[in-house]
């Protein structure tokens, strides 16, 4: 039955034309959410499905609704992001106009209610594994096409019961209200403070130059995944939103990760966690990660939306992926890194580089995985040079990271 308060808020804003409102789930600073079922379920003649989440707020302060819904049309459809159906207007019984988006419901609840679940012990690794690679090919797409969600965290996935083999759940990105074409992302390098997000999830470059780009997408993963893996935030405590800030942007963080934690889950987290976002890994490094190997496809969409692994092998993306795998969890030059990066100082050409590396020989593509590998061999050089010089301006390269097996 449904509170004084709540009925008032259902009658302020009205039902559509095909659905009806019912209990609210859910209210941000852009509204309310509201659970909505079909008038008629039966009806074979509604592109609706029988139960939908719909974000509402007053037309005079839908603005970020609006938004979001125009992002929603910019983005082809995806099974890793929350699926939008449309927009609609509706009046509610004092003649209050309000606008609707009308989205995909994610019965399974969010992310972080289910690590929060989890009594702050985590999800364990397989679990772990399989919401993050759903959670990268979403936003590999998002990339893809041009925009940056700008605030990723485990309160923004969505997790979505689906038919067929595999975990019988998906982990789905929803919320791109605060998302944003790249190109505007760049220009919002300005002098004063205007990242968006949660400072919680918030990269080094958003905190100091102000600027939100895929990179910054990337390193807020990480701060997923770390969240899955422990069970805990990566900057743990209480701290005021300044203090986590400053930590931030002073690069005084120390990621603790427990003893349960495996080889690769640590590497991949660097991967995320590397303070200069040009080095920064991608998305699609991230889905060819050694981490993220071995699971199984969750259902026939895979085939359309995953990395295309046939182009690069699994050996040489493992050696490229663990390059900062030491005993200390350091950056080395160990020998087995020396004799990795050699084949990028032959004199062959790409050709030869890519067959010492028992890649397949496409020349179109060698100069692609030879650019990758370089890029990992300058993070360590521009490393091994910080390291050596502690009170350079530039800062240091990564996130320490300790803890291990």
Known sequence: MLGEGEEEALNSYGDGIAWVRSSMIGRGSFGRVYLATLRNPSSKCSSLPPVMAVKSAEVSSSASLQKEREVYSNLQRNPYIIQCYGDEITFGSSGTMAFNLMLEYGSGGTLSRRIKESG??????????????????????????????????PDNILLVPIRGKGFGIRAKIGDLGLARRVSISKKRKLGVCCWEGTPMYLSPEAVTDHVQEAPSDVWAVGCIVHEMLTGKSPLKGKEEELEILRKIGEGHEVIEIGNGVSKEARAFLKGCFVRNSNFRFTCEMLLLHPFLQGLDDDDIDDARVDVDQSVVPFDPIESFALVYDDDEDEYTSDSSTEEWSHGSETESGDAQFISQQNVPVEVENAAVVKVAFEAIKAVRTIDSLLQT????????SHIRITGGD
């Open 120 to 153: 702050g012990n985590g999800l364990g690794e397989l679990e772990s594994k399989l919401h993050t690679r759903s959670i990268l090919r979403g936003l590999k797409h998002i990339h893809e096409l041009g925009f940056v969600h700008c605030d990723l965290k």
């Open 389 to 396: 010089s502690p009170n350079s301006p530039m800062g240091t």
